[in-house]
């Protein structure tokens, strides 16, 4: 199987290269949208058959796979989140010629007369605001982002504010490189209360660096009720997250999260993380909202709902654990837990009552879990706190 991908603009009047005009002259099976027709389709051989990339792929996959050859007609460049891509995944031992145009986002750079090279590319096209998130968390002070007919500029503008980042500017690029391109430059605000043509990209380019602290202190944080004692505080927090390993984790379960300032600290400081957040009390909905946006953490999803009474198999399954508050029910809670964590996944608490230090190790170990981390640590006035970690043995019970 041979895929030629070719590039193109949307300008009206494309002209390929000699080599590209060979190809096309000498071939029969094209492919691409019904708008990529219309620009090619005085350069095809009169005899040809198109076979048009419709929505769902499957059957127009299914449909190259009884063909030699065929040209296949993308906007831009296949390869930068296109549809090469997915003819790669699909076809992994066909072989491939690229004749590749400008992506987009160049386009929309060039016309801005912007340095490119250190921008953060990221795609909303049909994809969840997981990677916008992260590199937004990561600081990033250029981001460079493909939309799709949801997640369009006004609605990516209100997600940043939303999250708290109010330190970006905004670039629309709408129609790049046809004849109605328009690219505009504006506040995140102003671009909230537009509308755009349907095919645009953005372009976020840092005004300031938010500030960042590690150990972000609990005077900080909106609390529950007034009652700051209820939090983590910060010493415990960093102690444990840094025995956890979260940094070759990918998802984190943050059990009882009252202010969400667990879930924050190592969110902030592991942007890759996917932090899934869970409390009983309604009236820490409202908290755990003012704390992400206050402290620009996007991409923490919570639940407010008695733990024990959720259909769990609905969430990414963590391979890192932390339970924060228990009800009295930890027991019950970590055979929940178990049945979801993989070999070598951690779980931890901080348990100020030795009962609750004595439940969770022994609860784990009659489990199979091996003791990784424990320590009683005295802060100032307060009660000491066991930090515990356990990590699930790879060996069969």
Not at 67 to 88: E, M, N, Q
Request: glycine share 6%; proline share 5%.
């Amino acid at each position: 199987m041979r895929f030629i991908l070719i590039g193109i603009s949307d300008t009206s009047n494309y002209h390929p290269e000699k080599e590209v005009t060979s190809l096309i002259s000498k071939s029969f099976h094209f492919s691409g949208g019904k708008r990529h027709y219309e620009r090619v389709k005085h350069l095809l051989p009169e005899e040809h058959q198109w076979h048009g990339i419709t929505i769902p792929l499957e059957p127009v996959l299914m449909g190259y796979e009884s063909l030699d050859s065929i040209v296949v007609f993308v906007s831009g460049d296949p390869f930068f989140y296109g549809f090469g891509a997915t003819l790669k995944r699909r076809f992994p031992n066909a072989s491939f010629q690229n004749f590749p145009f400008f992506n987009s986002l160049q386009m929309h750079s060039h016309v801005i007369n912007l340095p490119y090279e250190e921008m953060m590319c990221v795609s909303c096209t049909g994809r969840p605001w997981d990677r916008l998130n992260r590199a937004l968390l990561e600081d990033q002070e250029l981001i460079g982002v493909l939309t799709d007919r949801k997640k369009r500029p006004e609605v990516i503008a209100k997600h940043l504010l939303d999250a708290g980042y109010d330190n970006y500017e905004i670039s629309v690029g709408e129609n790049l490189g046809g004849t109605s391109q328009r690219v505009v430059s504006m506040s995140l605000e102003e671009c909230s209360q537009q509308t755009f043509a349907p095919l645009n990209n953005i372009i976020l380019k840092q005004k300031q660096s938010r500030d960042f602290t590690i150990g972000v202190s609990n005077d900080q944080f909106t609390y529950l009720d007034g009652r700051p004692n209820m939090m983590t505080k910060p010493v415990y927090r960093l102690h444990t997250i840094s025995l956890m390993e979260l940094h070759c984790r990918n998802v984190f379960w943050d059990i009882g999260f009252c202010t969400g300032s667990v879930s924050i600290e190592a969110q902030r400081l592991y942007p890759k993380l996917k932090c899934i957040s869970f409390e009983k009390r309604e009236e820490s909905r409202s908290i755990i909202e003012e704390n992400i946006k206050k402290f620009g953490v996007p991409g923490i999803s919570y639940t407010i709902g008695d733990f024990l009474s959720l259909d769990h198999s609905q969430y990414a399954k963590p391979d890192a654990v932390f339970i924060g508050g228990h009800g009295g029910k930890l027991s019950e809670i970590l055979s929940i837990v178990d049945s979801y964590l993989p070999a070598n996944g951690v779980i931890a608490t901080n348990a100020v009552k030795e009962e609750s230090a004595r439940i969770f190790i022994d609860k784990l170990l009659e489990l199979g879990y091996i003791e990784q981390a424990n320590s009683k640590i005295k802060l100032d006035d307060f009660n000491p706190v066991n930090v515990i970690v356990m990590r699930k043995s790879n060996k069969l019970k």
